[in-house]
C-alpha cells in the first residue's frame, strides 16, 4: 500500500471503530413509500418525497417532453446560452406561486445557499446562524470569508446578542424547518431582529416548501409578508419530489445574484427539461391539495399512536419525526431491528447530528398509507422497549 492509500485506510478504520463509518445501499427499485435493497422490500420511511411526486408519471413525461424539447443538457451556463425558455417559465411560475417579484434557479440547494451568502456577505462582514443550521450554509460563511457566529438552536434572545456584537454588513442565517429536528425557526422574532439590525434574514426553506403554510412554506406559516423575509431558498428535491433550488425575492436581489453569486455564475445551467419537470410538478401541487392534507393526517396519526405508546417525540409538526436516541450504537441497533421487520428508518450519526444526539429519522410522506404508518409506530415502540 502507498501512503496515500494507507492515509485514507487509516481514516476509514478510525471511522469503522467509532461506528461513524457511512456506507452506501443500492435501491434496486421503488421510491417514495417502498424501496427495494438487495432485493428485500421496506417501507420506505427515508425519503424526502413528502408529497409522493417524486414517482409520478405525468412529471415523468414532462421531463421528457422537456428532454426531446430541448435536448438532455444545457450545454452552457446560464449567462453563456444556456438559459432556455424552460428555465424561464419555471422561475415566473415559482415567483407567482410564491408572491414574489422574481426567482433564481440554482442547480442545487447546496449551491443556492453557497451563491447567496457569499453574494452577501465577504471579508469583514458576520453571519449569524442557528447552531443546527444544514452543512451548506455553515460551509457558504465559510467560503465568503465573513465571520461566522453560531447561536444556540432557536433562541432569538442569543442571536440577537451576537447581532450587536456583529461587524460589516450582517447576514443572518436560518432553516425555516430543521433539517435533523423537524421542529421550525422563530421567524417572527428573527425578522423582526433582522430589521431592528439591519441584517439581511436568510431563510432556507428547503424542508418547509411544499409542507408548512399550504404549501407555500415556513414564511406563510408566520404570516410573514414576503419583505420581512427578503431572501428565500427553496429546495425541490424534497417536497417536489424533482431536483434543483431557487432563490426568491426582489428583482434587485435576482439581478445582484445574477451578477455575483459564484455558484450561479460558473456552473452549467440546470438541464433544461428538469425546469419542464418542475413546471408540471408545481402544478401538480397545487392542483392536488389532497396531499399536503394526507401528508398532515399521517404526521399526526404517527405521533398520536407513538405518545400513547409513551414514547417521546421532539417538537415537530412537520413530515420530519425524530426518535433521540442518544449514543450511536443505539442508533444503529433500533435501525437494523426496523429494517428486519420491513421498514427503512435510518439512524442519523454525528456527524450530521451533535455527539450523543444519535437518532432515527422517521420521514413520513402523502405516498404512505395511514395503516403503514401506524404499524411503523407500534414497530418502533417495540423495538425501543427491546434496546438495552
Ligand atoms: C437538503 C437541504 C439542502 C440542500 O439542498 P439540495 O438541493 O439537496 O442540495 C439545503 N438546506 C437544507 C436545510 C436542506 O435540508
Partial sequence: MNRLEARFAADLDA?????????????????????????????????????????????????AAGAQRWGVGAGAAHLLGGHTGAHAEFED???????????????????????????????????????????????????????????????????????????????????????????VAPLQPLARLAEEAGATLVVDDAHGFGVLGGGRGTTTHFGLSADRVPVLVVTFGKALGVFGAAVVGTRALIETLVNRARTYIYTTALPPAVASA??????????????????????????????????????????????????????????????????????IRPPTVPGHAARLRVSLSAAQDPAQVEELADAIAQVLAGLD
Avoid at 427495494?36 to 408529497?51: I, T
Avoid at 453557497?114 to 465577504?122: D, F, K, N
Avoid at 396531499?291 to 405521533?303: D, S, V
Fill in 15 to 63: 471511522l469503522d471503530r467509532r461506528l461513524l463509518r457511512r456506507r452506501r445501499m443500492v435501491r434496486t427499485d421503488g421510491t417514495a413509500s417502498e424501496i427495494e435493497v438487495d432485493g428485500c422490500r421496506l417501507v420506505n420511511f427515508a425519503s424526502n418525497d413528502y408529497l409522493g411526486l417524486a414517482g409520478d408519471p405525468r412529471i415523468a413525461r414532462a421531463l
Fill in 93 to 183: 411560475a415559482l415567483a407567482d406561486y410564491l408572491g414574489r417579484d422574481a426567482a433564481l434557479l440554482f442547480s442545487t440547494g447546496y449551491m443556492a445557499n453557497l451563491g447567496v451568502v457569499t453574494a452577501l456577505a465577504g471579508r469583514g462582514d458576520t453571519v449569524v446562524g442557528d447552531r443546527l443550521n444544514h452543512a451548506s450554509l455553515i460551509d457558504a460563511a465559510i467560503l465568503s470569508r465573513a465571520r461566522l457566529v453560531r447561536y444556540p438552536h432557536r433562541d432569538p434572545a442569543a442571536a440577537a446578542e451576537r447581532v450587536r456584537t456583529a461587524k460589516g454588513r450582517i447576514v443572518l442565517a436560518t432553516e425555516g424547518v430543521f433539517s435533523m429536528d423537524g421542529d
Fill in 278 to 347: 418542475l413546471t408540471a410538478a408545481l402544478g401538480v401541487m397545487c392542483e392536488e391539495d389532497w396531499r399536503g392534507r394526507k401528508l398532515i393526517e399521517n404526521i399526526a396519526r404517527f405521533r398520536a399512536r407513538l405518545q400513547s405508546a409513551g414514547v417521546a417525540l421532539g417538537d415537530s409538526v412537520t413530515p420530519i419525526q425524530p426518535v433521540l436516541l442518544g449514543d450511536v450504537r443505539r442508533a444503529l441497533a433500533a435501525a437494523q431491528a426496523l429494517a428486519a421487520r420491513g421498514y427503512y428508518v435510518p439512524a
